[in-house]
């Protein structure tokens, strides 16, 4: 069975720092990733996706995230935050058909 | 384009009532999925349907959850009756069939039993 796990529950960062939020899978076949970001209040929305070919994928409001397949990982990077990216963020595995999410990261930028 | 429409956005209901949640998915998508998101449990599927028809409801708590998905532009979830374990924000989404395809959420109905 696949499964997502997330391994920060709470990262606090101030504004303008990098940050990483970190997430391995389990899978034995060929993987979709996702990451969505959930803002206060608000549904999920989708912020970037592996599908194949090019390892590192990004978005258009900076974030980036690399599929490594031998560490079975998809971490998510920013260089430099801001107050706006106060989020929880989610990322997820498709398999057939479904979304497997993990638990998701807070993200808490301070200024 | 109009994204996943959810209704109500926010119910208070007392337990033992029936609960009816509605989700009009994106046209021309032919999965729909209801999630529910708590804090204890995070994010899990309970049901989802391809061309209207249930595959996966063994996310399903328990018989009080029930979905029907009468056509391509309406889903139901309800539960009967409620009880205060069952508050909790329930997300409908749907997506295109194929894999890498990308399942997008409504804004999510937002339920208190008390």
């Known amino acids: 069975a696949q499964s997502v796990t997330q391994l920060d529950s709470q990262v606090p960062v101030f504004e303008e720092a990098p940050v990483e939020l970190r997430c391995n899978y389990s899978?034995?076949?060929?993987?979709?990733l996702f990451w969505y970001v959930q803002y206060p209040n608000q549904g999920l929305q989708l912020l970037l996706k592996?599908?194949?070919?090019?390892?590192l994928v990004e978005s258009i409001n900076g974030f980036e995230a690399e599929f490594n397949k031998s560490q079975t990982s998809f971490h998510l990077r920013k260089p430099s935050v801001h107050i706006s990216d106060t989020a929880e963020y989610f990322c997820?595995?498709?398999?057939?058909?479904?979304?497997?999410f993990g638990k998701g990261t807070k993200l808490s930028v301070k200024p | 384009d109009a994204g996943v429409i959810q209704s109500p956005r926010h119910e208070v209901t007392e337990m033992g009532q029936e609960v009816t949640l509605r989700c009009k998915p994106i046209s021309g998508h032919d999965y729909l999925f209801w999630y529910r998101q708590t804090m204890m449990r995070g994010l899990e599927l309970l049901i989802y349907?391809?061309?209207?028809?249930?595959?996966?409801d063994s996310g399903m708590p328990e018989d009080r959850f029930s979905a029907k998905m009468p056509n391509a532009s309406f889903s139901t979830l309800k539960i009967q009756p409620s009880e205060p374990r069952d508050s909790a924000v329930y997300f409908c989404?749907?997506?295109?069939?194929?894999?890498?395809?990308?399942?997008?959420f409504g804004e999510g109905s937002w339920l208190t039993v008390v």
């Open positions: 592996y599908l194949s070919g090019s390892t």
């Open positions: 899978s034995s076949v060929s993987v979709y």
């Open positions: 997820a595995v498709k398999s057939q058909g479904n979304l497997i």
């Open positions: 349907f391809n061309n209207n028809v249930p595959i996966d």
């Open positions: 989404a749907s997506s295109l069939s194929g894999s890498g395809n990308t399942i997008y």
